[in-house]
Every structure is written in structure tokens, then in C-alpha cells.
């Protein structure tokens, strides 16, 4: 090992080029750390994206509380993902001008950066499957309502003694020699006793006859809508949807 001693000009040259080599590594620091702040400002907008579209899914579709409470959820999760991104990027900066521990921070950075990319595709995913949900469920409440509107029965006519209204159903095997598919009319007189009014082969409107003896319900029919009345008068004559179902036939249609 030489013992001369290093001269003025190769001293300063040293200093000159460990200078020079710890101001490229700055630089070099502060370019990542901008990149990081970009990337950490797209997440926050896509953040900020989920936020606007979740508000339209609550104003849009009421009926899908429960999603869009799932994915506000989410949405908080990723919120305070960035909140610690955030804090982490502050310490970047703290750091800056100690490469050494600069190096593991940019680390455990990159490894929250991958987290909450993964966290913002599943609020996305999550975001697309509530807008799929919520058209099905608009489908479905249109369907119901266009269904309820042609059950309903309607009164199209009334006369001095004569009540006439839609029978929404087909009057099937009901009555004999008649096509089963004819929707009927329910026709009442002002005595309370009524019957279908339906086409004949002649295309002419008849009250179709009544039974030899007139009409009889049987005992069991009878129990039935007494129960059912009964039952009714109970809620005070207000109908629930539970009461039309239990009169419903399976095997009639629309």
C-alpha cells in the first residue's frame, strides 16, 4: 500500500465526483417520487369515479340498498388504502435524502401500490355486477307491473241494474263447447247474482246459462270463501298479497 499522499487536484476531483454521484442519486429519488404521486393521484380519481357511480346506483335503483351498501363498503376500504398511501408518501418525501432506507420505503410502497390496484378492480367488478343487478331488478318490477295491470279487474260498463267487468283469466274447460283460450266478461245485476258473458259460435255476446236448480255451491266451496271472508273482515276489508294468492289457481293463465 503506497503512503504518498494523495495530492490537491486528485482530492478535489474525488470530491467533485462523489458530489456529482449523490446529485444523480437525488435526482433520481425525486423523479420517483413523482411518479409515485401520479399514480397515487389516478387511484385517488378512480376513487372518486366509484364514488359517483355508486350515487347513481342509490338514485337509480332504491332496491338495491343492500348492493350498493356492500359496495360503499368497498369503497371505504379503498379510500383508507389511499389514506395510508398517502402517509406513506409523506414519509417518502421525509426521507428523500437517505437513499439507503429510500430504497426499502419505495419497497413496502410498491407492495400497497399492487394491493390497491387489486382492491380498485374489485370495486369495479363489484360496480359493473350492482349495474347488471339493478337493470334485472327494473325488468323484473316492469314485468310485475304490466302482469298486475292485466290481472286487475275493471269495470267497462254500468247500466240501470247491470254491472259489467273484465275477468282477466281464460275461461279454459269452464264452460262446455266454448274456446277454452275467450277471456270472459263478469256480469252482475244490482241483486247480487251475476255470470260470464261470453261469444257464442255466432260471434254474439250470451250470459252463459245457469245450472238446473240454479246455482248451488257446494259445502266445501262455501267453507272456503268463509274462511277466506272471515279473514279479510279481520284486517278491516284490506287486501294483502298473501289473500290473492290463496284464491289464485295454478293452472290458469293471463
Not at 413523482?34 to 357511480?53: F, H, I, M, R, S
Not at 337509480?60 to 371505504?76: F, G, P, T
Not at 261469444?199 to 246455482?215: C, H, I, Q, T
Request: one cysteine or more; charged letters at 30%; aromatic letters at 4%.
Amino acid at each position: 500500500m503506497s503512503n504518498h499522499p494523495i495530492s490537491v487536484v486528485d482530492a478535489i476531483d474525488n470530491l467533485v465526483a462523489a458530489y456529482n454521484q449523490e446529485v444523480a442519486e437525488f435526482d433520481q429519488l425525486v423523479e420517483n417520487e413523482q411518479q409515485l404521486q401520479v399514480q397515487n393521484d389516478k387511484l385517488t380519481a378512480l376513487v372518486k369515479d366509484y364514488e359517483q357511480g355508486a350515487a347513481v346506483v342509490l338514485k337509480n335503483a332504491k332496491s338495491a340498498d343492500q348492493q350498493l351498501a356492500q359496495a360503499n363498503r368497498e369503497r371505504d376500504q379503498a379510500l383508507a388504502k389511499v389514506k395510508d398511501l398517502t402517509i406513506t408518501l409523506t414519509a417518502y418525501k421525509e426521507i428523500a435524502g437517505t437513499p439507503k432506507k429510500l430504497r426499502d420505503k419505495i419497497k413496502s410502497y410498491k407492495d400497497k401500490l399492487e394491493g390497491q390496484r387489486l382492491a380498485t378492480e374489485q370495486q369495479k367488478r363489484l360496480y359493473q355486477s350492482e349495474r347488471k343487478t339493478t337493470a334485472q331488478l327494473k325488468t323484473e318490477i316492469s314485468e310485475l307491473k304490466n302482469r298486475l295491470a292485466a290481472a286487475d279487474i275493471v269495470q267497462i260498463y254500468r247500466g240501470d241494474t247491470d254491472i259489467v267487468q273484465t275477468y282477466p283469466y281464460h275461461i279454459g274447460g269452464m264452460v262446455e263447447g266454448h274456446d277454452a283460450r275467450q277471456t270472459p266478461l263478469l256480469y252482475l245485476h244490482q241483486s247480487g247474482r251475476g255470470g260470464l258473458i261470453i261469444l257464442n259460435k255466432d260471434d254474439e255476446a250470451e250470459l252463459v246459462e245457469a245450472p238446473k236448480g240454479g246455482l248451488r255451491p257446494k259445502k266445501d266451496t262455501l267453507e272456503h270463501c268463509g274462511n277466506w271472508l272471515r279473514r279479510v273482515k279481520a284486517n278491516n276489508w284490506e287486501l294483502t298479497a298473501t289473500d290473492l294468492l290463496t284464491l289464485s289457481n295454478e293452472n290458469e293463465q293471463l
